[in-house]
C-alpha cells in the first residue's frame, strides 16, 4: 500500500473530513517533505482536483551507492495538478528548512512564464491559504484552516 493511499484511507476512516485534516495539522511545523507531499495529495484527492507525483527516485548502483535521481526532467516539481479554471498547479514541497536547488528555481520560472500557479508550500496550511488566494473555493480548505 502506497503512502497516499494509506493517508487517503485515513481520512476516509474519520468521522468527517475536518477531523482528518485537522490530525495533520499537529506534525505540519516538524513534517518532512514526505509527510506534507502525502497531506497534499490528500487534500487535492479530496478537493478532487487531478494530480500526478513526479517520481524523483534515487538511482543507485550495485554497491548501494547512490549516483544520481531518476527524473524526467530536471528540475521538475513533486506535484502538478490541474485547477478547476484549467490552469497548471506545480508544487514544489519543502520541509521548513528545506530549499530549492537551482534546477528547481529555473524550472519553477519557466512554468511561471507559462502562467502555472506555482506553489512552494512548506505546510498542508500554506498550500490551503495558497490554493484559496487562487480562488479555489471549497468548505475543506476553511474546515482545515479552522475558518
Same mark, same amino acid.
Given at each position: 500500500?502506497? *503512502?497516499n493511499? +494509506?493517508?487517503? /484511507?485515513?481520512?476516509?476512516?474519520?468521522?468527517?473530513?475536518?477531523?482528518?485534516?485537522?490530525?495533520?495539522?499537529?506534525?505540519?511545523?516538524?513534517?518532512?517533505?514526505?509527510?506534507?507531499?502525502?497531506?497534499?495529495?490528500?487534500?487535492?484527492?479530496?478537493? +478532487?482536483?487531478?494530480?500526478?507525483? *513526479?517520481?524523483?527516485?534515487?538511482?543507485?548502483? %550495485?554497491?548501494? +551507492?547512490?549516483?544520481? %535521481? +531518476?527524473?524526467?526532467?530536471?528540475?521538475?516539481?513533486?506535484?502538478?495538478?490541474?485547477?478547476?479554471?484549467?490552469?497548471?498547479?506545480?508544487?514544489?514541497?519543502?520541509? %521548513?528548512?528545506?530549499?530549492?536547488?537551482? *534546477?528547481?528555481?529555473a524550472?519553477?520560472?519557466?512554468?511561471?512564464k507559462?502562467?502555472?500557479?506555482?506553489?512552494?508550500?512548506?505546510?498542508?496550511?500554506?498550500?490551503?491559504?495558497?490554493?484559496?488566494?487562487?480562488?479555489?473555493? !471549497?468548505?475543506?480548505? !476553511? /474546515?482545515?484552516?479552522?475558518?
Open positions: 500500500m502506497t *503512502s493511499t +494509506k493517508h487517503q /484511507q485515513e481520512f476516509r476512516s474519520q468521522s468527517g473530513h475536518n477531523t482528518g485534516l485537522q490530525r495533520n495539522r499537529r506534525f505540519s511545523n516538524l513534517a518532512s517533505e514526505a509527510d506534507i507531499q502525502a497531506a497534499i495529495c490528500d487534500l487535492l484527492a479530496l478537493l +478532487k482536483i487531478p494530480f500526478t507525483v *513526479s517520481d524523483a527516485a534515487l538511482v543507485v548502483d %550495485r554497491r548501494g +551507492k547512490v549516483y544520481g %535521481r +531518476k527524473v524526467s526532467t530536471l528540475g521538475w516539481c513533486d506535484v502538478t495538478a490541474c485547477l478547476p479554471s484549467g490552469r497548471l498547479l506545480a508544487i514544489e514541497v519543502k520541509a %521548513r528548512r528545506g530549499r530549492l536547488r537551482e *534546477s528547481q528555481k524550472m519553477l520560472e519557466q512554468l511561471r507559462c502562467n502555472a500557479l506555482i506553489i512552494v508550500p512548506r505546510s498542508i496550511e500554506e498550500f490551503a491559504e495558497s490554493l484559496i488566494e487562487a480562488g479555489v473555493q !471549497n468548505p475543506l480548505l !476553511n /474546515q482545515l484552516l479552522n475558518r
